[in-house]
Nanobody
Framework: QVQLVESGGGLVEAGGSLRLSCAAS??????TGWFRQAPGKEREFVAA????????IYADSLKGRFTISRDSAKNTVYLQMNSLKPEDTAGYYC???????????????WGQGTQVTASS
């Protein structure tokens, strides 16, 4: 079992920044990803990182604004979000799995999520 706890969400003005954290405990996983879901929309891949290599993948539309990183000593993955737009408003979820892919079905464990709201 892997337990994931997200934090760092909140309300920010458009153009602002937030850093989300995902603290993991329990078994280790090969990869951790971030997804987001806005009301009435499907869950969307944001980014993923592999723990051992630090390799990352991003949704093309978010490259350059969002950065995923990890702190192995703290078992925590971060998502730095810059130049936030109102369309970034969503619940953000971290997930752990063996394969760091953009497909949500490849992740076995999920956190409860943290809300991000970017106001115009």
């Amino acid at each position: 079992q892997v337990q994931l706890v997200e934090s760092g969400g909140g309300l920010v003005e458009a153009g602002g920044s937030l850093r989300l954290s995902c603290a993991a405990s329990g078994r280790t996983s090969r990869a951790t990803g971030w997804f987001r879901q806005a009301p009435g929309k499907e869950r969307e891949f944001v980014a993923a990182i592999f723990w051992t290599t630090g390799n990352t993948i991003y949704a093309d539309s978010l490259k350059g604004r969002f950065t995923i990183s990890r702190d192995s000593a703290k078992n925590t993955v971060y998502l730095q979000m810059n130049s936030l737009k109102p369309e970034d408003t969503a619940g953000y979820y971290c997930a752990a799995g063996r394969f760091g892919t953009p497909r949500s079905r490849d992740y076995e464990y999920w956190g409860q999520g943290t809300q991000v709201t970017a106001s115009s």
